[in-house]
């Protein structure tokens, strides 16, 4: 089903010591590097090199499915495609401009027009008009109907592994209304294809202040996955169903995953299904499971 609108209450916002401040010129720092003609990724404050895409994916998982209109759907597994990767559209020998409007008519055509991005002819409807709240480890956020399927997947993929009892997070956000961006970058949170894993234990050490001031930024670490409360093993398997995690991003951004794969080949319906492990029950303590709109989250 179809909803105008996300589904969020302040009831997390105490929840999110770091998420209410700085935002705006957390997201700004990289929207500002894409408006320069530079070959370059945007330069905030080093940190730590980032990491290679996780690789220690659990070993032989199982193949999953979903329910999807009453019947059992295999989840089919696809890695993020390289043109939506933000670190690409800066590369050395990269035409950037050229790369971010590639970026952004498949935005527009899969997910939505956003004014002032793209061109309403490659799709007239606005992103929230195929945003839907769903269900994710026993919280509720709003993105994209078919991300949500992706989603979907990701939790049932984490229900068949022992990760399901490594890490039990109790906020997430998703699509937002406004672009917190300057220049000419577009949040992917607009199109309501990223979310952000609870802002106060996962942090993105290579903003702006004041997400450079959480303790696990000050400690001296050998990877960027000591730098967050999220077990490398859950990054491993989002990355198996075309997330990618912004961690591997010059701002290190450990709360944030953005669906980057093709949205039309998150299921296989031919494929044979087979019953998944059932997914947590949802949170009491926090109908909606995330930050309001604009107060966590990133790009």
Known sequence: MRTKGALFTAGTVAAIALGTVGLSSREAEAGDAAKAASSAAPKPRPVLAPDPPAEESPKALPPVSISVDGALVRCREQAAQPFLVRGNWFKKGTDSNKALAEAIRYRTEKYGYFPGYGSPRDNTHPPRFYAEPVKF???????????????????????????????????????????????????????????????????????????????????????????????????????????????????????????????????????????????????????????????????
């Open 137 to 299: 480890m026993g919280m509720t956020v709003t993105v994209n109907q078919k991300v949500g399927l992706a989603l979907r997947c990701v939790e049932a993929a984490l229900n068949a592994t022992p990760a399901k009892d490594e890490y039990h997070p109790h906020s997430i956000g998703g699509i937002r209304f406004a672009n917190t961006y300057r220049g000419s970058e577009i949040s992917n949170h607009v199109y309501g294809i990223a979310i952000d894993i609870e802002p106060d234990r996962n942090t993105c050490c290579g903003c702006v202040p004041p997400w450079t001031e959480h303790p696990l930024c000050q400690r001296r670490v050998s990877s960027i996955y000591e730098r967050m409360a999220m077990p490398k093993s859950w990054v491993a398997i989002f990355e198996r169903f075309g997330f990618y995690w912004l961690g591997h991003d010059v701002l290190q951004d450990t709360m944030h995953f953005e669906f980057l794969g093709d949205p039309e080949k998150i299921l296989d319906r031919q494929a044979p299904a087979s019953p998944s492990p059932e997914a947590p029950k949802p949170s009491t303590s926090s109908p909606d499971g995330g930050p309001p709109q604009g107060d966590a989250g990133s790009k």
